[in-house]
């Protein structure tokens, strides 16, 4: 056999070889380790796409993080087809009892408009007759004469966010359609798109996604959403962003929440603008 023909063959075998998954002793397939999560989209938008890609490189675990809302998140944890879950809304009566709630990061409710829309300041009482249906123009809140279409999602009445504003503004309701609402899918991303790219729109999402969107964040009562107001106090609406794991959940997802819990992963977290853990204890 000639040296070419005898060097194709072993190119051949080694390409044939390459791409069979690597046995160890025991026969057992031996992947890289991978680890999944799904949920709150403001978390994912704010901070977790980032701190995941990090902690990939540090450490080689493959990262696969999507949004979807708390609801989905949580849903996807219960079926075990995720590691862990982001999540906006607390730990309520209906979740199971082996979920358990980690405390990761700060964020506030915000109020959004488009960035054309010269109102830019709303009252708590403002945000309530928008959600029963009162305000049906931006004239009403001295803007312009403009239809206020009000973006909500129905299922389980805006997730997080709509327990946000249940507790804070609504006085223990959440949206419901209104003639001025339309209904979206349960993501605040979605929301936050549709006010994007919406001159009347208006929505309630969370300050750490709707920093990265082109939409203006209202001042409310005067003190505008900030990271600085938030930590300080001044801007009122400041809610928690948890991550979600079982109580049996595995090494490698208790070494990243462990990781996001540290001081180089909530330095990260404040470093992408996001009130951490550390920056309101100091």
Known sequence: MSQARMRNVLKIVFLAF???PLFCSSGSVVFAETLSGSGCSVSTVGYLHQLSQEYERETGVKMLVRGGGSVVGLNDLHARRVDFAASCAAKSPSDPEDFEF???AWDALVFVVHPSNPVNNIKYADVRNIYDGTIINWKQLKGPDLPLTSFISAKEGMGGIGEALGKMVLQGKRPV???????????????EQMVEKTHGGFTSTGFASARKRKV???????VVPSKENIISGAYRLKRPLYLV????AGPETRKFVKFV????????????????LFDLKK
């Open 177 to 191: 359609k209104q003639p001025n609402s339309s209904l979206q899918a349960s993501s605040a991303a979605i929301l």
């Open 261 to 276: 819990l540290s001081k180089k992963g909530q330095g990260l977290i404040s470093s992408y603008g996001v009130p951490s």
């Open 245 to 248: 794991v079982k109580k049996d």
């Open 102 to 104: 980690i405390t990761i």
């Open 216 to 222: 203006k964040m209202l001042a409310v009562n005067g």
């Open 18 to 20: 390459s791409t069979i």
